[in-house]
Nanobody, 116 residues
Framework: QVQLVQSGGGLVQPGGSLRLSCAAS????????MGWYRQAPGKQRELVAS??????NYADSVKGRFTLSGDVAKNTVYLQMNNLKPEDTAVYYC???????????WGQGTQVTVSS
């Protein structure tokens, strides 16, 4: 079993920055991919950034503004969000895939609101 605990998020003005954190615990050794999703009201859940097979990928809407990184020693991944826009407002979720079991684990989600 894998547990993902998120922190960060909040209210920020357009052009501001936030950093989201996701700490993993439990049976983390077989995790082969991690990423960040977001879901805005009335919209489908969207993949924002992911790390799989040694490559980092970003949605076109966040390229150049968001950066996915990790601290292996702390079993934590981060999403640095810069130059935030109102359209970035959503609930953000971290996710971890365990290929051997075919299970996707989810964090609890955190609200990001970008408003003036």
């Amino acid at each position: 079993q894998v547990q993902l605990v998120q922190s960060g998020g909040g209210l920020v003005q357009p052009g501001g920055s936030l950093r989201l954190s996701c700490a993993a615990s439990g049976s983390i050794f077989n995790i082969n991919a991690m990423g960040w999703y977001r879901q805005a009201p009335g919209k489908q859940r969207e993949l924002v950034a992911s790390f799989t097979s040694g490559a980092t990928n970003y949605a076109d809407s966040v390229k150049g503004r968001f950066t996915l990184s990790g601290d292996v020693a702390k079993n934590t991944v981060y999403l640095q969000m810069n130059n935030l826009k109102p359209e970035d407002t959503a609930v953000y979720y971290c996710a971890a895939d365990q290929r051997r079991s075919g299970i996707r684990y989810w964090g609890q989600g955190t609200q990001v609101t970008v408003s003036s």
